[in-house]
């Protein structure tokens, strides 16, 4: 990871320390990088470190308008059936039953303005045997209607970890 990612850990841990979220890991999801590199990446408070990265995809986003970028460029709408990205934080909340992938989802709170509708418009954590769990560019990862679907062998070690805190995650999607 070449980017300074720096101001992000930092804001990221004094939301977590005063939303009582979890304070060993984040999620960190940068939308500007390819989709065919990875950008999903799992900060570790305690080491500054990123523990665990990989791909992920983002909305089609071409349901109300033509998007002839949208392999190259995520867009982002909080309008429901819009089939977009959305960003800003999230809690990752309830582990439930996905029929996508390893069957394993998680459900995601929209903490600001531009995500509120992640529940209502079903915009979960889930993988999907279609995305690669290596790097794959120039090419690009497929798109979803919204959610940040990762690899079925990431989310073994996603679900390995998320089933381990006894507080809430933060996931932050940035663009």
Known sequence: MSKDYSSFHQEALTYCKNNQFNQDFYILIDMTIHSGKNRF???DFKTNKISDQNLVTHGTCDVFEDNPEKYK???FSNTINSHCSMKGKFKIGKRDYSSWGINIKYWLHGLETTNTNAVKRVVVLHSWPAVSNEEIYPSYSPLSWGCPAVSDAFMQ???EKLKEVNKP???????
Not at 170 to 175: E, F
């Open 41 to 43: 990446f799992v900060y």
């Open 73 to 75: 460029k995520a867009k």
């Open 157 to 159: 070690v996603l679900d």
């Open 169 to 175: 995650v933060l996931m932050w999607i940035v663009d």
